[in-house]
């Protein structure tokens, strides 16, 4: 099977190309700014999803059986501000399935990677039948693109995940840059009215590609849409209170406050995160804890 991971320089895009190579499957990724993972024993190949005729280019060459997607714009203050945002999250997966109708005699599954931001925070965690309600403009894109695809594709997979870690040379997540503020001894205010399920990338990539392979077998285009998450649902501050513990940093120096207190740009949602009975029951395999995740982590980066 040919698989095309379209941002393969983020860290969902990492793990997953990671899995599929270790799973001795075929795999072409691309990026957009970041090369950072040449490293990779496979094809990377600059692309950009904000272009029709980049995206072209990529899938008439490669003619891939499954088209991952987990390259986007999500710099979530940012998107409130920033019209390019919309290019990419939006925009992009309008590209994508131009592109993928347009192969003769296939019809690639396309697996889009969506947020918990779709979602208000009113009332988590959230299932995959509960009704959406965005109070970003992050959220809105994550869910006009969700909308897009399952309008205008039939071979189609919809994965919502939540505070997303693990191995990022680009260092834009949450833990990563923790740890590093904590490291040099900066102090850190996080709030402890954001609740989410902290989801590990190594978990993400197994999980999904297990998921596919269920989807292999039936046709049905019902139930399309699957929570990949952590198993544990958490503050925001009792998270980072728990990699001070595992990484050995100091407590003290994280501050609880409210999330209001912040006056960042985009609405967070705040009681969210999701419920994760469906992949566990559709894969036949727990999602991982937090706690054991950081652990892996910590273990992980002591080799690189």
């Known amino acids: 099977m040919k698989n095309l991971v379209l941002g393969a320089s983020g860290q969902i895009g990492h793990a997953l190309t990671k899995r599929l190579i270790h799973d001795c499957q075929e795999v072409v990724g691309t990026y957009c700014s970041h090369n950072l993972y040449s490293d990779l024993p496979c094809r990377i190949f600059k692309a950009d999803v904000s272009d029709q005729t980049s995206v072209n280019n990529i899938i008439s060459d490669y003619v891939p059986d499954v088209i991952f997607v987990p390259a986007g714009y999500t710099h979530v203050d940012g998107c409130e501000k920033e ?19 347009n192969i003769k005699h296939k ?25 959406p309600n965005p109070i970003s403009e992050y959220g809105k894109q994550k869910l006009l693109a969700e909308h897009l695809l399952a309008t205008s594709y039939n071979n189609f997979c919809i994965v919502r995940t939540n505070w997303v870690f693990g191995p990022d040379p680009q260092e834009k997540n949450f833990v990563v840059r ?12 996080v709030p402890f009215d954001e609740w989410g399920t902290p989801t590990y990338t190594v978990d993400i990539a197994e999980a999904t590609i297990k998921l596919i392979k269920y989807f292999g077998l039936q046709r049905s285009r019902t139930n399309r849409i699957v929570n990949i998450a952590g198993g544990k649902w958490v503050n925001k501050y009792e998270f980072s209170l728990s990699i001070c513990d595992v990484f050995g940093l100091d407590r003290r120096l994280v501050t609880g406050v409210k999330s209001s207190e912040l006056k960042r740009p985009a609405a967070r949602p705040l009681l969210s995160g999701l419920k994760v009975g469906k992949i566990e029951e559709l894969i036949g395999q727990r999602m991982q804890h937090y706690e054991d995740a950081l652990m892996k982590y910590k273990k992980l980066l002591s080799y690189t």
Not at 178 to 189: E, P, R, S, Y
């Open 83 to 101: 019209p390019k945002s919309k290019l990419i999250n939006v925009n992009g997966i309008n590209h994508i399935t131009k592109a993928a109708r």
């Open 107 to 131: 019809s690639p599954l396309i697996v889009i990677f969506s947020s918990d931001y779709v979602f208000d925070g009113t009332g988590g965690p959230y299932s995959e039948e509960d009704i």
């Open 178 to 189: 923790l740890i590093n503020n904590l490291k040099d001894g900066q102090a850190a205010t």
